[in-house]
């Protein structure tokens, strides 16, 4: 028999019911316990002997985190429950099979973000069975009496946590907001930053209005379909612009850097003479450069998501040499970046004791400059048409036209989007 291990970052609760339906001995380690993930683990087959170890606390029960109801009927219809002191593992042990995880046997449980790891290979259910029965062995049984003395001594006190718990909400709706707010005053201070930073970019004389349409591709044996930013008119492009009397022409195909001001979203998108489609979220230098003495692979990453009043740009450094890597969040202002920090939590560990990251926070002129060369100079993806179509970018856009321009910034070209005013 093939060995099998599974790693589930999702509900694991059918594969539960699958093990137990095939077996006949289970024995479940859950500090919490609901129906009807309870009832649809361990009461499908009558057959099978079920012990359930669990937390038979009053906190638990008041706080509806484990239902007395639901260890009655287990009780009751034939499996044997027993209470674990300082019990937090969820196990399942059959003779074949073995779960170890963060879910409980719960139907929160089965709707949270879990992680379980599955096998049945014989070494990892023996060491299991192994571990757990000092814990077991020191368990004391549940019995009905316990259970409906247990309800009948919660009673009075569960209308009080009704209450707490009402008020709980209140605060944390209260903090909701408040963190909301907080955000939308940082992204509005972004835009305004941009919207000031767009007036002092170096652009082109001229705006192109634009909006996102679904266009018709023909094809030999089928039509394909894309939303692009097209132009409202015929006979401009997206490739021939003017700054200062000086004519830019964009090379087809390449990806240029695009902003949105409205979403302080940017991206790497493909430009084409009337159409302006496929938009890419990162991207990862192929050459390697110099940062001082050190060869470092510099990529990419947009952030696309409601955070983006934090940050709306990712900067990787990976250092070959030494194998160091440096996370940076940072916000693209059209100015440059700005808020460089360091995040440690995605870079190599004691990122903050490199030589590489102490040279970095002492030459951050190099640094940026550095860092400017590669975000903002235009690019062939292999993949010509990598990347998501224009409605995903502008999709948290309000605006429905647009006004592009090219910008000139740091010696690069940048397509900047604004609002229609």
Known sequence: MTIKNSLYFRNV??????????????????PYITSNTAETVLLQNTDTRCSVY???DAENFVYKASSLKTLKKLLQTGCELFHVEDLHAKVMLTDDFISVGSQNLTNRGSANKEATFCSDDASYIKYGREAVSAWIDDAEEITLEMIEDMEELIAPHIKEFEELKRSLEEIESILADKSEQRKNKALQERQTAMRRNVKTVKKSSRF???SVECLTNYGEWNDTYTFSLVPDTEHVSFCHWDIGGDEIILTTQKRYLLMDTETARIGWARVGKTRITYICDNVTRKDSVLLGDRTVEIGFN????LTKAEHNLTVTLNYRHSGIKLVYRCFFDLEFISDIRID????SEGCTDSDEYKWNSSHKDEFEKCIAQQLLSPFIYQRRLVGEQANEFFKDSKSYWKRVSLGE??????LICEPET
């Open 302 to 305: 947009a952030n696309w998501s």
């Open 208 to 210: 192109i209005y634009a």
């Open 54 to 56: 669990t937390c038979f």
């Open 344 to 347: 440690e939590a995605t870079s």
């Open 13 to 30: 609760t059918r594969r539960w019911k699958k093990e137990a339906d095939e077996s006949e001995q289970i024995l479940f380690l859950s």
């Open 409 to 414: 910034l740091r010696g690069h070209s940048i």
